[in-house]
């Protein structure tokens, strides 16, 4: 059973820092591309990063460029997002999502709330 | 990158069929047949039920149907069901790797 598990999120204060990772298990992780998806409380999907197979191509969404890193590491099977410099605007369920082909995101996590707060 | 057009809600009794619109720009949805469609029911993730425009995952029911014309994608549902309420969210693709989604319509079924 493909199964993706995020963990790491919780509240830190504006500026901070907070890395969430995404544990996959049920498939073969290398072969696959990844992304993580956002979404604010109440709010609508946003699309934050993408992570090749290999790691060898990245894209960030302009929102979060200069301040939020993915990797992976394919011996570990997990996915991570190293976040700082957060802004209230930040706070978000982060879901990461395993990508088919272009846009079609077929496995998701259950997510994991960031909440940016003093 | 602007988030893509939805309309907030539309509602169907059962058996009905409806259709949510995604509208964008020649830059996404115009350019790419790389538009998705998901369900996400409140607290839950969501859930892929159309890509590349017209493609079905297995398992989604054959009531869920996806088409585009121009810059506008569409979502149909036939045969409407309770289970169907949730919110419906599209996502094209927009060029050098960056993904925009809609703001999401509230499906309810009377």
């Known amino acids: 059973e493909v199964q993706l598990v995020e963990s790491g999120g919780g509240l830190v204060q504006p500026g901070g820092s907070l890395r969430l990772s995404c544990a996959a298990s049920?498939?073969?992780?290398?072969?696959?591309?990844f992304n993580w998806v956002r979404q604010a409380p109440g709010k609508g999907l946003e699309w934050v990063s993408y992570?090749?197979?290999?790691?060898?191509?990245?894209k960030y969404a302009d929102s979060v460029k200069g301040r939020f890193t993915v990797s992976r590491d394919n011996a570990k099977n997990s996915l991570y997002l190293q976040m700082s410099s957060l802004r209230a605007d930040d706070t978000a369920v982060y879901y990461c999502?395993?990508?088919?082909?272009?846009?079609?995101?077929?496995?998701w996590g259950q997510g994991t709330l960031v909440t940016v707060s003093s | 990158q602007s988030a893509l057009t939805q309309p907030r809600s539309v509602s169907g009794s059962p058996g009905q069929s409806v259709t949510i619109s995604c509208t964008g720009t020649?830059?996404?949805?115009?350019?790419?047949?790389?538009v998705s469609w998901y369900q996400q029911h409140p607290g839950k993730a969501p859930k892929l039920m159309i890509y590349d425009v017209t493609k079905r995952p297995s398992g989604v029911p054959d009531r869920f149907s996806g088409s585009k014309s121009g810059n506008t994608a569409s979502l149909t549902i036939s045969g409407l069901q309770a289970e169907d309420e949730a919110d419906y969210c599209c996502?094209?693709?927009?060029?050098?790797?960056?993904?925009?989604f809609g703001g999401g319509t509230k499906l309810t079924v009377l």
């Open positions: 020649s830059s996404d949805i115009g350019s790419y047949n790389y």
């Open positions: 996502c094209s693709y927009a060029g050098m790797y960056t993904l925009v």
């Open positions: 999502a395993r990508e088919r082909t272009t846009t079609a995101f077929d496995y």
């Open positions: 992570i090749s197979s290999s790691s060898n191509d990245i």
């Open positions: 049920g498939f073969t992780f290398r072969s696959y591309e």
